[in-house]
T-cell receptor, first 115, second 111 residues
Framework: AQSVAQPEDQVNVAEGNPLTVKCTYS??????LFWYVQYPNRGLQFLLK??????LVKGSYGFEAEFNKSQTSFHLKKPSALVSDSALYFC?????????????FGAGTRLAVHP | KAGVTQTPRYLIKTRGQQVTLSCSPI?????VSWYQQTPGQGLQFLFE???????NKGNFPGRFSGRQFSNSRSEMNVSTLELGDSALYLC??????????FGPGTRLTVL
């Protein structure tokens, strides 16, 4: 069965510092991995994805993520955090075995960036 | 291009009633998926429709159903509402597979 773990409920970081939001996954076959962000009372906004190719993926708003197959991880990173990055972040996985458009989400990590 | 639109944005219903939610995908997208978001269970996949056919289904009771029309617009229906059905219902569209783009959601409150 497919699953996603986001081990941290909340990540606190000072503005200007680098940030990392962790994600590990379990899936049969090759994973399709995604990061989404949710602001209060809003839907999910797509940030970036890994399908195949280069393990380092660059996305919107300066975010990037590194796919690590041996550690089954897909951590989200940003070199310099902004207060406006404060939001709820979700990691998601899908795979052919489960149906490509059936996203399995992690529980979410709340990012708080302090001035 | 316009994004995914969902109507209505907010709904209040009472137990036992039924409700229909609507989703209009991004133009040209043929896949529409539905998700339920609650504080306790997080984001859970309900079902996916592609070219008017249900292509995938999550683990929800039969009270939850959906359909897709020839213009790719989709509706989901929940019958015999329960208090636990209170949630944010999110619709997402995709060209076929690959990235899903989400709408703003419909907030359903069951009293």
């Amino acid at each position: 069965a497919q699953s996603v773990a986001q081990p941290e409920d909340q990540v606190n970081v000072a503005e200007g510092n680098p940030l990392t939001v962790k994600c590990t996954y379990s899936v049969s076959g090759n994973p399709y991995l995604f990061w989404y962000v949710q602001y209060p009372n809003r839907g999910l906004q797509f940030l970036l994805k890994y399908i195949t190719g280069d393990n380092l993926v660059k996305g919107s708003y300066g975010f990037e993520a590194e796919f690590n197959k041996s550690q089954t991880s897909f951590h989200l990173k940003k070199p310099s955090a902004l207060v406006s990055d404060s939001a709820l972040y979700f990691c998601a996985v899908s795979a052919f075995s489960g149906g490509y458009n059936k996203l399995i989400f992690g529980a979410g990590t709340r990012l708080a960036v302090h001035p | 291009k316009a994004g995914v639109t969902q109507t209505p944005r907010y709904l209040i219903k009472t137990r036992g009633q039924q409700v229909t939610l609507s989703c209009s995908p991004i133009s040209g997208h043929r896949s529409v998926s539905w998700y339920q978001q609650t504080p306790g269970q997080g984001l859970q996949f309900l079902f996916e429709y592609f070219s008017e056919t249900q292509r995938n289904k999550g683990n929800f009771p039969g009270r939850f159903s959906g359909r897709q029309f020839s213009n790719s617009r989709s509706e989901m229906n929940v019958s015999t509402l329960e208090l636990g059905d209170s949630a944010l219902y999110l619709c997402a569209s995709s060209p076929s597979w690959d990235t899903q783009y989400f709408g703003p959601g419909t907030r359903l409150t069951v009293l």
